[in-house]
């Protein structure tokens, strides 16, 4: 089979398209013809071994998949070949066919393609863990989200508002801003590109505030980091809850003084881990998710696919901070 693999550590221009065997299904594991992978900021940094997890190589990145069940192990009742299917892989997902644990594979519903498939489970399922469980946000509640037209934060848009809150979404673009709105969001903020001297920090905190109003934000979602996130920090309500998702601006440091001064709370999502230790806690997400997308509060929004061959450029674009909604390559037609 075909995949597109990191044989070195390095930029998007270092992967290659190479042959690999076919995977074979063992006891309790599906095969999965992969139709569609959708790229997210962990692909940009695994490739270059900057991100926490370290697979051996050579190895095909892409941590989303959507697909037909070619095949099934012994002890699989749930799937059978033919059954169309979406899953996280953790990395492995550019490749033709993926071997994965039957456990970790979702019925793709009907009517939904599997380019939207590959986009629903990563995003989403960091984003209601982190507001729900590390932000406890509850209907009445203000958010503000960074870094908003992205995968993450479009569904922290859609997720905010299924669940009550008023949102307030920060983006780098009027383009960008555009999205949001459509997504749902109440009110947007169009900030500068970093690094921003004091005067510009100062600037943008004032601007959050504004829009956070007298009492500021209840949770704040940060995927950006970098120096967005002391302005953001400054703006948080008494008592708030600041949310740790990404750094692709940056590892920023932050003043701890405010987090007195607030009463706040600076609080990590580390989706990955929630998944591995409290299965049955992120099953209940994930099933309450596929209620939202039945109910249509909430769909993932692909805005650019592209073919096998060009996964690397998809990558490029993702790591250039250029991506609005999710990026797809199509594995197969």
């Given at each position: 089979m075909r995949a597109?693999?990191?044989?070195?550590?390095?930029?998007?221009?270092?992967?290659?398209?190479?042959?690999?065997?076919?995977?074979?299904?063992?006891?309790?594991?599906?095969?999965?013809?992969?139709?569609?992978?959708?790229i997210n900021y962990p692909d940009v940094l695994i490739i270059e071994d900057k991100y926490q997890m370290k697979p051996p190589r050579p190895f095909a990145p892409g941590s989303e998949v959507s697909g037909?069940?070619?095949?099934?192990?012994?002890?699989?009742?749930?799937?059978?070949?033919?059954?169309?299917?979406?899953?996280?892989?953790?990395?492995?997902?550019?490749?033709?066919?993926?071997?994965?644990p039957a456990a970790s594979l979702y019925p793709l519903p009907d009517g939904r393609t599997f380019e939207e498939g590959a986009s629903l489970i990563l995003t989403y399922g960091t984003t209601i863990h982190a507001l729900l469980d590390r932000g406890h946000l509850k209907e009445g509640h203000c958010l503000l989200v960074l870094g908003a037209a992205g995968g993450v934060?479009?569904?922290?848009?859609?997720?905010?508002?299924?669940?009550?809150?008023?949102?307030v979404a920060a983006v780098s673009s009027e383009e960008k801003a555009a999205a949001c709105r459509e997504a749902g969001a109440d009110e947007t903020i169009v900030y500068g590109r970093a690094p921003f001297d004091k005067d510009q920090?100062?600037?943008?905190?004032?601007?959050?505030?504004?829009?956070?109003?007298?009492?500021?934000?209840?949770?704040?979602?940060?995927?950006?980091?970098?120096?967005?996130?002391?302005?953001?920090?400054?703006s948080i309500g008494w008592e708030g809850r600041y949310l740790v998702v990404g750094?692709?601006?940056?590892?920023?440091?932050?003043?701890?003084?405010?987090?007195?001064?607030?009463?706040?709370?600076?609080?990590?999502?580390?989706?990955?881990?929630?998944?591995?230790?409290?299965?049955?806690?992120?099953?209940?997400?994930?099933?309450?998710?596929?209620?939202?997308?039945?109910?249509?509060?909430?769909?993932?929004?692909?805005?650019?696919?592209?073919?096998?061959?060009?996964?690397?450029?998809a990558i490029a674009k993702m790591a250039a901070r250029g991506a609005i909604g999710k990026l797809v390559v199509k594995v197969a037609d």
């Open positions: 597109l693999l990191s044989k070195e550590p390095g930029g998007p221009e270092t992967l290659v398209m190479d042959e690999l065997p076919d995977p074979v299904a063992g006891p309790g594991q599906v095969v999965v013809a992969v139709k569609a992978c959708s037909v069940v070619d095949s099934v192990g012994e002890g699989v009742t749930k799937f059978k070949p033919g059954d169309r299917v979406l899953c996280t892989t953790g990395s492995g997902g550019l490749v033709e066919k993926v071997a994965v934060g479009l569904a922290a848009i859609e997720l905010g508002k299924a669940f009550g809150a008023r949102v920090s100062k600037a943008l905190a004032e601007a959050f505030k504004a829009a956070g109003g007298k009492t500021g934000y209840d949770v704040i979602y940060d995927p950006v980091g970098g120096d967005y996130a002391e302005p953001a920090l400054r750094f692709p601006a940056g590892i920023p440091r932050l003043p701890l003084n405010l987090t007195l001064l607030k009463s706040c709370d600076v609080c990590g999502v580390f989706w990955g881990a929630f998944a591995a230790r409290d299965p049955k806690a992120n099953a209940a997400h994930i099933d309450r998710l596929f209620r939202l997308w039945k109910d249509g509060k909430i769909a993932p929004r692909v805005t650019e696919n592209f073919a096998f061959e060009d996964g690397g450029k």
